[in-house]
């Protein structure tokens, strides 16, 4: 396939105080050996140096015409970034990156490839895992050697799959288009735009490490929080975990029943299978809030 027939792909760097790590990871959007590509910045006002940093990096690739910088005048929160990018992006496939992680510079042609090839209505990838000064952690995000679950049954079931990683997600416009974005007390586009693209055309994941992914002070990851969080604070984690899953599956259920109208087909293919599996996700996830907040609560006792 020639350079001119191909779609074109916006990467959507998403930029929030860490003027440490900026610099690698505009390296990493620049390397990319794709064609044609688009590269939206978006900053949500940082309070630190990131966005001066990236404004004198942008400065010097002026020639380029498709690369775009956008410094929010407030903060909007992740979501609210989110969506700045994905309005200003063209392309036919967005990847979203962050100031704090690296791509290597096969991931836009990969992650291409791979919807290409799947026509899925979005991609996530295996990661290396990277510390505070680049050092590399000697393991992936998933594990290489076992088989990854990117069914549509277990993001409904257990509420997440392998495709819920938005670190390295990629994602047709029509997901934003039909759904938009979650909603705000979710916060997050790592479990409901899998499950999107799942009654659209698809979600899959390619276990290739295709991005250097950080692990750093400033992960708010509720699993990389738990681990280096003390008794209490892992169970006042897990408490956020369950609730979260209890909420994500509330949104599934009220999205399915919006498709008994907008999408009818599609509605009928699914429901009688994914209804159930919702239910079952919600049961067993307030199960385990219910006894994970005992637990708290006979540890601030004493008990």
């Not at 407030?74 to 200003?88: F, S, W």
């Not at 738990?226 to 599934?252: P, T």
Request: with cysteine; net charge negative.
């Amino acid at each position: 396939m020639g350079a001119t027939e191909r779609p074109l792909i916006s990467i959507v760097m998403l930029c929030y105080n860490h003027e440490r790590f900026v610099s690698e990871a505009l390296d990493g959007v620049f390397s990319q050996t794709y064609t044609p590509l688009e590269v939206i910045i978006v900053d949500d006002c940082s309070s630190d140096a990131t966005a001066d940093i990236v404004g004198a990096r942008v400065d010097r690739v002026q020639c380029h015409p498709n690369v775009r910088f956008i410094r929010n005048p407030r903060n909007t929160g992740l979501l609210g970034a989110c969506e700045t990018g994905i309005k200003a992006a063209k392309g036919e496939f967005i990847i979203f990156t962050c100031d704090d992680d690296v791509m290597l510079p096969e991931m836009v042609s990969e992650m291409a490839e791979f919807w290409q090839s799947t026509n899925a209505s979005l991609v996530t990838t295996n990661a290396a895992l990277i510390d505070a000064d680049s050092n590399s952690l000697g393991c992936t995000f998933r594990d290489l050697n076992s088989e990854a679950d990117d069914s549509f049954e277990t993001l409904v079931r257990d509420g997440a799959n392998a495709c819920c990683f938005g670190a390295t997600m990629g994602f047709t416009p029509e997901v934003y288009a039909r759904f938009g974005m979650p909603p705000a007390h979710l916060n997050n586009i790592d479990i409901l735009y899998p499950f999107y693209a799942a009654v659209l055309n698809g979600a899959r994941y390619l276990n290739k490490p295709l991005l250097r992914y950080r692990i750093h002070g400033k992960n708010d990851s509720l699993s990389l929080i738990e681990d280096r969080s003390d008794e209490r604070g892992k169970l006042e984690v897990r408490d956020r975990i369950f609730y979260g899953h209890i909420a994500h599956a509330v949104v599934m259920m009220d999205e399915l029943d919006r498709l008994s109208e907008t999408m009818p087909d599609r509605y009928r293919e699914i429901a009688p299978a994914i209804r159930p599996l919702l239910t079952i996700q919600a049961v067993e996830m307030a199960k385990k809030l219910v006894r994970n907040r005992v637990q708290l609560e006979m540890l601030e006792s004493g008990q």
